[in-house]
């Protein structure tokens, strides 16, 4: 099996991770947390101490890094990756990040020869865990096959959305929809509890009604609709607030980029950094829930 360096061992990496471990997949995992690394190294996993030692041998190289500085930082520059790995290898970036950036990345790799994939992924932690991931791909249709059998150990559906940056095109899309849909089922939440309603009474009616949508189906925001939902759970664990603003401000660049009006992706935008201005960044990006309850 392929020797394979996974940098970014955060809330998606590392489930990402086990999958592709389970799957026989032979991994040296570097993360800057020390306890992410040790955890897939008790799996199975080689630890390495940095990036540069995860990707020695390494045919191919994932990360699943916070944002596009993060991706930058790793892999551009005289001490980065891409001037250390050689020709040939296959790169698959997962994090989201700017459509100009994952460019960025993918001409410096084509100066290269190295084959890179820009690959966000859509589907939440349990989506990581169940290895049923969406992936929305950005890059050659051949290193596209060349990943496929590695994608498929930790997702099901796998997109060719087009061209280098087109996964992250695609990607701030379906984000900023899953943002405006998560504010939406929060302020509808609030006001039913408000007028009477028992939430879990609520949240049913609205799934199974023309008003259904992904929050309600996996990731209700009111504390104890549902039991694994990190609404019940603190709001803990998840898809941090702090990045669905990253996304929301992402896809307003690229509204910029093409002149296109996206009013509901700018409300968006608003609420969640109103959300950081309390504090709440760290937390689930359901935790938008408390800005409607009174
Ligand atoms: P996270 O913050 O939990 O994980 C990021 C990890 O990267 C952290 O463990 C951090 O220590 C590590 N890291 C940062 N810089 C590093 C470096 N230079 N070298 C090695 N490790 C480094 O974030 P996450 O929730 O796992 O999200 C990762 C990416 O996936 C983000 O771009 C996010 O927008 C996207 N995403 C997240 C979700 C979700 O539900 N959490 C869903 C889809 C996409």
Same mark, same amino acid.
């Given at each position: &099996?392929?020797?394979? %360096?996974?940098?970014?061992?955060?809330?998606?990496?590392l489930?990402m991770?086990?999958?592709?471990? =389970?799957?026989?997949?032979?991994?040296?995992?570097f993360d800057?947390?020390? #306890?992410a690394?040790?955890?897939?190294?008790?799996?199975?996993?080689?630890a390495?101490? #940095?990036?540069?030692?995860a990707?020695?041998?390494?045919?191919?190289?994932?990360?699943?890094?916070?944002? #596009? =500085?993060?991706?930058?930082?790793?892999?551009?520059?005289?001490d980065?990756?891409?001037?250390?790995?050689?020709?040939?290898?296959?790169?698959?970036?997962?994090?989201?990040?700017?459509?100009e950036?994952a460019?960025?990345?993918?001409?410096? %790799?084509?100066?290269? +020869?190295?084959?890179?994939?820009?690959?966000?992924?859509? !589907?939440?932690?349990?989506?990581?865990?169940?290895?049923?991931?969406?992936?929305m791909?950005?890059?050659?249709?051949?290193?596209?096959?060349?990943?496929?059998?590695?994608?498929?150990?930790?997702?099901?559906?796998?997109?060719?959305a +087009?061209?280098?940056?087109?996964?992250?095109?695609?990607?701030?899309?379906?984000?900023?929809?899953?943002?405006?849909?998560?504010?939406?089922t929060?302020?509808?939440?609030?006001?039913?509890?408000?007028? !009477?309603?028992?939430?879990?009474?609520?949240?049913?009616?609205?799934?199974?009604?023309? !008003?259904?949508?992904?929050?309600?189906e996996?990731?209700?925001p009111?504390?104890?609709? &549902?039991?694994?939902?990190?609404a #019940?759970?603190?709001?803990?664990?998840?898809?941090?607030?702090e990045?669905?603003?990253k996304d929301?401000?992402?896809?307003?660049?690229?509204a910029?980029?093409?002149?296109?009006?996206?009013?509901?992706?700018?409300?968006?935008?608003?609420?969640? =950094?109103l959300?950081?201005?309390?504090?709440?960044g760290?937390?689930?990006?359901?935790?938008?829930?408390?800005?409607?309850?009174?």
């Amino acid at each position: &099996m392929t020797q394979t %360096a996974f940098i970014g061992l955060g809330h998606m990496g590392l489930p990402m991770a086990r999958n592709l471990l =389970r799957a026989g997949y032979p991994l040296k995992v570097f993360d800057l947390v020390r #306890s992410a690394v040790d955890t897939l190294a008790g799996e199975g996993a080689v630890a390495a101490d #940095s990036a540069a030692d995860a990707i020695d041998q390494a045919k191919v190289v994932i990360s699943m890094l916070p944002a #596009s =500085r993060h991706v930058e930082g790793l892999y551009l520059g005289d001490d980065g990756l891409l001037a250390r790995l050689p020709a040939g290898t296959l790169v698959i970036e997962c994090s989201t990040i700017a459509p100009e950036s994952a460019r960025k990345v993918h001409a410096a %790799a084509r100066e290269r +020869g190295i084959a890179l994939l820009d690959a966000p992924v859509s !589907g939440g932690t349990g989506g990581a865990a169940a290895g049923t991931l969406t992936f929305m791909v950005g890059g050659e249709a051949q290193t596209l096959e060349k990943a496929r059998p590695m994608l498929a150990a930790m997702g099901t559906n796998i997109f060719h959305a +087009g061209p280098e940056g087109a996964g992250q095109v695609a990607k701030v899309c379906n984000n900023q929809v899953l943002a405006v849909q998560m504010i939406a089922t929060a302020e509808a939440m609030a006001m039913g509890v408000a007028n !009477g309603l028992e939430p879990a009474v609520l949240a049913e009616i609205m799934r199974q009604s023309s !008003g259904g949508n992904w929050t309600l189906e996996k990731y209700n925001p009111w504390p104890g609709v &549902m039991e694994n939902a990190p609404a #019940s759970k603190g709001y803990s664990g998840g898809f941090m607030a702090e990045l669905m603003a990253k996304d929301l401000g992402l896809a307003q660049e690229t509204a910029s980029h093409s002149g296109n009006s996206t009013p509901m992706g700018a409300l968006a935008l608003q609420l969640y =950094r109103l959300l950081l201005k309390q504090g709440k960044g760290k937390q689930d990006f359901s935790v938008v829930q408390q800005l409607f309850v009174q």
